[in-house]
């Protein structure tokens, strides 16, 4: 089974149990709290390395997070300790994160412009798209001359493409493609 599927299925549960338990949003702060831990490199370090015993890394996850987190994410983070998926703490936190988006309603778009975008501009479009997609959407603006003009929104494996650079590209295959009249 894939890493990131793997990493998916310990999110969907993590994410069942504070759904349960005290919420997922109080388990939201503390599983970023976990991964901008994990992305410590000494900490990543001591949870992969083979030289220090389950029993070790699970008693300092306790001492290091206990009063922190949830007592729950804490015994959730034992229990991938002892299925030795410890390695999968990034993606299992980048995957709640996710769901926990998608449960509050936020979309996260990535929208490609011809030129920067003025926060006036910037705030209009998000509102734009919002309205359009009936959640709330966060937009994440890169600057790409190469299109010319227009826009190319990107939700996921979703494209919407309203490039200047693609209709001209329509176009010439269209051309290309007519028959001449003699």
Do not use: C
């Amino acid at each position: 089974m894939r890493e990131d599927t793997v990493a998916g299925n310990y999110a969907e549960t993590l994410f069942e149990l504070a759904g349960r338990h005290e919420g997922v949003e109080a388990f939201g702060a503390g599983v970023e709290a976990v991964a901008a831990l994990a992305e410590d490199p000494a900490v990543r370090e001591f949870l992969v390395t083979p030289r220090v015993s389950a029993a070790d890394k699970k008693a300092a996850l306790g001492r290091a997070l206990g009063g922190v987190v949830p007592p729950l994410l804490v015994r959730f983070l034992q229990v991938v300790v002892d299925k030795g998926r410890q390695r999968l703490v990034p993606a299992i936190a980048t995957a709640y994160r996710a769901m926990l988006e998608r449960h509050l309603g936020r979309r996260h778009m990535e929208v490609t412009v011809a030129r920067p975008l003025s926060p006036l501009e910037e705030e209009d479009l998000t509102a734009q798209l919002s309205s359009a997609t009936g959640g709330t959407v966060v937009p994440h603006v890169k600057v790409r001359p190469g299109i010319l003009g227009g826009i190319v929104i990107r939700e996921g494996d979703t494209v919407y493409d309203g490039s200047v650079k693609r209709q001209l590209d329509a176009m010439r295959r269209r051309l290309m493609a007519a028959e001449l009249q003699p």
